[in-house]
C-alpha cells in the first residue's frame, strides 16, 4: 500500500520516487570486506610468529608465499562459517583470481620503481646525458662518462626498423583482412607463430646475410634490419585485429559508391582506423626499442658516439646495459649507469607506451572530442 | 498434409540454378591485390630464408658430428668439439618451470580480468598486462639478477632443507654463499614473468568472448558467478587459453638475455634445478657469441637452428589449436 501511495505521490511531483531507482545487484557488504581484512591480518600475524618466530625460516619471498597460502585457508574458513557451500567456493575463487592481477600490477609497479631508485644515482648527473663513455675507464666516478652514444644508436636503429616493418606488417595485415583466400589461414597462422619467435634467430639470420654471406661488417643498419624481422609478425597482427573492426558498412558504401578495392582501402579503410593503427606501430617500437640480443649479434656494442649506422660497431641503451653488467659487473659505477640507462629505456617504453594509449582510445570510426567539434563548426559553416 | 504443398507447386529444378555473378576488377586492382599478397607471402620468405641461412650455416657441425650434436653434454672451442646434448635440457627444464609458475597466474588474471574486475579497473589491468609486456627483456634480467636473485635465495634453500625428497629440488653441490646463484629456478621465475603478460592477454580475449547467451543461461539456473565461469567460460576458452599458454612457453623456451644475466652458464643438463648451474640454447649463443672463431659459429647456429625448429613446432601447434578451437573460430573471422 505504501508504495503505490509513494508512487502516486512521485507521479504528481513529477519527480522519480527513491523506490524506483535500480537496484544494484552486487554491492559489497561490511561483512565481506571484514572477511577478506580479517583473513589478511589474521593470516600474516600467524605466518610472522611461524615463520620468523618458531620456525628457523628466512627469506621475503618464501614468507610472502607462506603469507599467501595461509591467507587462502583463513579466508575460505572465514567463509565458511557465515555462508553456505556454494557462496564460499565463489567468494575464494573470486579473492584467488582477482590475487593474480594484484601480483601483476605488483611486479610491473616493483620493476618500474626498482630501475628508478637505483638508476637514480646515475640519471642525477648531467654529464650521464650528454656525454659518451669514450674517455671513462673503470674506476671514474659518475661524474664522468654518459650514455649519449646509445640513446643515438638507439633511436636511428628503431627508425630504421619502422621504416621496413611498419609498411610491410600493415600491407600483409591488409592482405590478411581485406583480400583473405585460401592463402590467409596458413600466413595468418605463421604470422602468429612468428610473434614468439626468439628474437636471436632473427639476428642470427642478419648476421648470416650480411656479414657471412655479403661480406659486410657488423653495423646498425642490420640491427635494424633484424630488429624489424622481430617487429613484423607484432605490427601484423596488431593491425590486422584493428582492421577487421571497421565497419562493414562502410566499406560497402564504399563499394556502392563505385570505388575500386584499392581507392576503399586508401580512402575509407586505413584512414578510419588510422589511430588505431597508430597503436599497433607504437606498440611494436616499444617492443623493437627493448631488443637486446639480435642487436648485440649483428651490430655489438661501443663506447664511442657513432652517428653512422652503415658503419661500423654501434651502442643501443639496451647492449649498453647488458655490457656494462655482463663484462664490467665488477665495477660499481658501470652497474650504477647501467640502471641508469635502464631507467631512460624504461622512460622511452612507458612515453611509447603511453601515447599508443591515447591514440588507441577510441575505436575505428570514433571521433575524438576536438574532431567532432571540428566537425560541428564545420557544418555550421556550410 | 506437407506433400500437398509440393504437389500443388511443383518447382523445376532447372530454374534453381543461382545466377552467376561476374566481376572484373580494373588493372589497378589486380595489381594492388597482387602486392598485398606478395606482402602477405613476406612472412613466409623470412621464414624460409631464416631456415635456409641457418642450415647453409650450420653444415659444417652437422657434417663433422652428425646427430651426435644433439646428445653431447660439451661445448669445447679449443678442441672444436660441440654438442647441446646438456644445453637443450637445461633449455626445456628453464621453460617448464616458467610455465609451471606462469600459467595459474596469467589464467587467474586473465579470468579476473575479463570476468570479475568492474569496468574501470579492467581498462587499468588490461593496460598494465600490456606493460609488463613492453618491458624490454634486459630489464626483466637486471631485475631478477639484482633485486630477485638475493632475495630468493633464503627461499631456494627452504625448498632445498625441506622438501629434498623431491628429486628436482635435491642440492648435490657443496653448500657455500653461492650455492643458491645462479639457478635455473630463479632463471624459470623470470622468464615466467615475461611469458604471464602473453598468456594472460591472449586468453583474456578469449574469455570475453564467451556468448552472452550461455553466460545469462547459467546465471537463469541459478549458477553462482564462480560456477558460470566454471561451466561456461572455461570451456568456451579451453582451446584459445591452450594456445595462448604454448605461445607462452615458446616465448619462455627462446628467451636470451634474461637467463644470460642470471644463470651461471653450464654445458652439462642440471636436473637440480635449486642449485647453480644452467644454460638454454639463446644464452648460449648470446654469451659466446663475441669470442666464436669459425667453427663455433657453426655450432652456434646449428644450435640456433635447433631453437628455431623447436620454438617453430610449439608455436605452430598452438595457433593451429587457437585457429581450430571454438573460441579462435570465432577470432579469426
Known sequence: MTAVSTGAVAEQSGRPAASEEPIRIRTITAEDVFTLLGAAVGSLGLTWLVYERVMPWSGAFGFWLC???????????????????????????????????????????DQLGYSLVKGLAAITHVNFWTQTMVATGPLEPLSSGGILHAIVGSLEQISLATLFS??????????????????????????????ALPSIIAGLMIYALVVLSLGLRQCGFAAALAVAIVMLPTVTRASEVVLRIVPGTLREASFALGASHWRTVRKVILPTARSSLSTAVVLAM?????????????????NVMNANPFHGWQATLPTFIFNNIYTYGDYKSFVERAFGAGFALMLVVVVLFAIARLLGGARPGELSKRQRRQLARQAARS | MAVTV????????????????????????????????????????ITGLILAFLIVRSAWTFEVDGLGFFTKQEWIFSGND????????????????????????????????????????????????????????????????????PRMAGTADWL??????????KVTIQYTSSTFIGSPFIAGLVVSLMAVPIITSLS??????????????AYALGSTRWGMVRTVVIPFGRGGATGACMLGIGRALGETIAVLLIVNPIQSANWHILQSGGNSIAALIAGDWSTAGAHELSALMAAGLALFALTLIVNSLASIIINRSRSGAATAD
Not at chain 1, 626499442?289 to 651490430?299: D, F, R
Not at chain 2, 625441506?162 to 628436482?168: D, E, G, I, R, V
Not at chain 2, 583474456?204 to 543461461?217: H, I, K, N, T
Request: a positive charge.
Open chain 1, 67 to 109: 603469507w599467501y597460502l595461509v591467507f587462502g585457508l583463513f579466508y575460505f574458513v572465514a567463509a565458511a562459517m557465515q555462508w553456505g557451500g556454494l557462496v564460499v567456493r565463489d567468494k575464494t575463487l573470486a579473492v584467488l583470481v582477482s590475487s593474480g592481477g594484484i601480483f601483476a600490477t605488483a611486479v610491473v609497479v
Open chain 1, 166 to 195: 611498419v609498411p610491410l606488417g600493415i600491407a600483409s595485415a591488409v592482405f590478411l583482412a581485406e583480400v583473405g583466400g585460401p592463402l590467409a589461414t596458413p600466413v595468418r597462422t605463421l604470422v602468429n607463430a612468428m610473434t
Open chain 1, 286 to 302: 616499444a617492443r623493437g626499442i627493448g631488443e637486446t640480443a639480435p642487436v648485440l649479434l649483428v651490430a655489438g656494442t661501443s
Open chain 2, 6 to 45: 509440393t504437389s500443388v507447386r511443383p518447382v523445376p529444378a532447372d530454374d534453381d540454378v543461382p545466377r552467376t555473378v561476374v566481376s572484373r576488377s580494373s588493372r589497378s586492382d589486380v595489381v594492388f591485390r597482387a602486392v598485398l599478397r606478395m606482402a602477405g607471402l613476406s612472412s613466409f620468405v
Open chain 2, 82 to 149: 660441440f654438442g647441446i646434448g646438456g644445453v637443450l635440457p637445461d633449455t626445456l627444464i628453464i621453460a617448464v618451470i616458467a610455465s609451471v609458475v606462469a600459467i595459474p597466474i596469467a589464467l587467474a588474471t586473465a579470468i579476473f580480468i575479463a570476468e570479475y574486475a568492474p569496468g574501470r579497473l579492467r581498462r587499468v589491468l588490461v593496460a598494465v598486462i600490456d606493460l609488463m609486456a613492453a618491458i624490454p627483456s634486459i630489464i626483466y634480467g637486471v631485475w631478477g639478477r639484482y633485486f630477485l636473485m
Open chain 2, 160 to 169: 632445498a632443507r625441506h622438501l629434498s625428497w623431491f628429486p628436482p629440488f
Open chain 2, 204 to 217: 583474456r580475449e578469449v574469455f570475453a568472448q564467451a556468448p552472452q547467451g550461455e553466460r545469462e543461461g
